[in-house]
Each structure stands twice: as structure tokens, then as C-alpha cells.
T-cell receptor, first 111, second 114 residues
Framework: AQSVTQPDIHITVSEGASLELRCNYS??????LFWYVQSPGQGLQLLLKYFSGDTLVQGIKGFEAEFKRSQSSFNLRKPSVHWSDAAEYFCAVGGYQKVTFGTGTKLQVIP | DTAVSQTPKYLVTQMGNDKSIKCEQNLGHDTMYWYKQDSKKFLKIMFSYNNKELIINETVPNRFSPKSPDKAHLNLHINSLELGDSAVYFCASSRNQGQSTEAFFGQGTRLTVV
């Protein structure tokens, strides 16, 4: 069965600081991985996705993620966080017929 | 133009009532989903339809009945609402049911049962 673990429930960073959100997955075959962002009161928006090829993928809003098969990880990074990045971030793994989400990491950005 | 739209955005109702949430997508996608997000933000798939055909039913109580009149619509009807049904319900769609296909989400419907 596929599963996703996001070990950090809540992270606080200062504006301008770098960010890394952790994600570990479990999937029996080649994983298809996604990061979504949910702003307050909104639906989920896709930030980036990994299917194959280059293990470092670029997304929207200056985010990137690195796939590491040996660690079963797909961590999300941003070099300099903006106040507008405060939101809930979800890592997800695509299985046949459905996408399974992690429990989310809430990002708080302080001035 | 909104790609995946749900109505209503907010729904407050009493226990025991029956209510429906509607979802429409204008992306031409074949697959649609309903997800439930609880108070801890956990997102769990409830149903998946592909070309109007039920693909996934994740052990959801049979008080929940999805209906897909065509592949652009997937409505959710809930009978005999209970307090525990309070959550945000998200509709989503994807091009097909393959594992590589990203899902596009609606804005969510916040259901509060009192």
C-alpha cells in the first residue's frame, strides 16, 4: 500500500530564510510524487511533480524538490521564503487510480 | 474560468438532514474524485469516478452516495448527516486515472453539522 509521511506538523521560518519541508513515501514501484500547497480557505494547488528523469525538479513560486530513491524522500525546498508562502503544504504519491496525501506541514512565516 | 467548481462553499445543517454538494469540471478530464479533509487537515480519498463509472469507494458509509450524470459532473449526496461528517469536502479531477496524473482541486465545501 502506498503512504506518505510528513514528519513536521508545523514549521516556523523567518522571511528571507531558507526552507526545507520533509516528505518520505512508501510505494512498491516507481513513485510519482507531488507537492501541493493549500492557502487558508482555498483548494490545493500543484507546486511541482516528479515522474522520472532529473531528480531535482523545479516548480512554481520558486520551489524545488529533490527525489532521493535511496532515502525514499522527496523534500521541498525554497532558498528564500516570502510572507505569502505561509500555507499548508502536502506531499503526495500517485498510485493507480488515486493519489495519497501526507498529513501536511503548516508553514508559518515571521517578519 | 474556474476549472473545478463546487457549490456551495459553506453548508451548515442540522443532524439528520440530507444534503448535496455539486461539482463540475470544465477541463475535459475523465476522472473525478471526492476527498474529505478533517479538522487536522488530513486528506482522505472517498470516491473516484472514471467516465461516470465508480472506480474507488474507500470504505465510506453508505449514507454517502456519489452520482455522476456525465463525466464533467460528480455530485455528493449525504443522508442522515452526523456530527462526525463535519469537514471540508474537496472535489478534484484528473485527465485519467493513471498514477502520473496530477489532480486539480476545487475550492472545497466546508460542511458543519450542528
Amino acid at each position: 500500500a502506498q503512504s506518505v509521511t510528513q514528519p513536521d506538523i508545523h514549521i516556523t521560518v523567518s522571511e528571507g530564510a531558507s526552507l526545507e519541508l520533509r516528505c518520505n513515501y512508501s510505494y512498491g514501484a516507481t513513485p510519482y510524487l507531488f507537492w501541493y500547497v493549500q492557502s487558508p480557505g482555498q483548494g490545493l494547488q500543484l507546486l511541482l511533480k516528479y515522474f522520472s528523469g532529473d531528480t531535482l525538479v523545479q516548480g512554481i513560486k520558486g520551489f524545488e524538490a529533490e527525489f532521493k530513491r535511496s532515502q525514499s524522500s522527496f523534500n521541498l525546498r525554497k532558498p528564500s521564503v516570502h510572507w505569502s508562502d505561509a500555507a499548508e503544504y502536502f506531499c503526495a504519491v500517485g498510485g493507480y487510480q488515486k493519489v495519497t496525501f501526507g498529513t501536511g506541514t503548516k508553514l508559518q512565516v515571521i517578519p | 474560468d474556474t476549472a473545478v467548481s463546487q457549490t456551495p462553499k459553506y453548508l451548515v445543517t442540522q443532524m439528520g438532514n440530507d444534503k448535496s454538494i455539486k461539482c463540475e469540471q470544465n477541463l475535459g478530464h475523465d476522472t473525478m474524485y471526492w476527498y474529505k479533509q478533517d479538522s487536522k487537515k488530513f486528506l482522505k480519498i472517498m470516491f473516484s469516478y472514471n467516465n461516470k463509472e465508480l472506480i474507488i469507494n474507500e470504505t465510506v458509509p453508505n449514507r454517502f452516495s456519489p452520482k455522476s450524470p456525465d463525466k464533467a459532473h460528480l455530485n455528493l449526496h449525504i443522508n442522515s448527516l452526523e456530527l462526525g461528517d463535519s469537514a471540508v469536502y474537496f472535489c478534484a479531477s484528473s485527465r485519467n486515472q493513471g498514477q502520473s496524473t496530477e489532480a486539480f482541486f476545487g475550492q472545497g465545501t466546508r460542511l458543519t453539522v450542528v
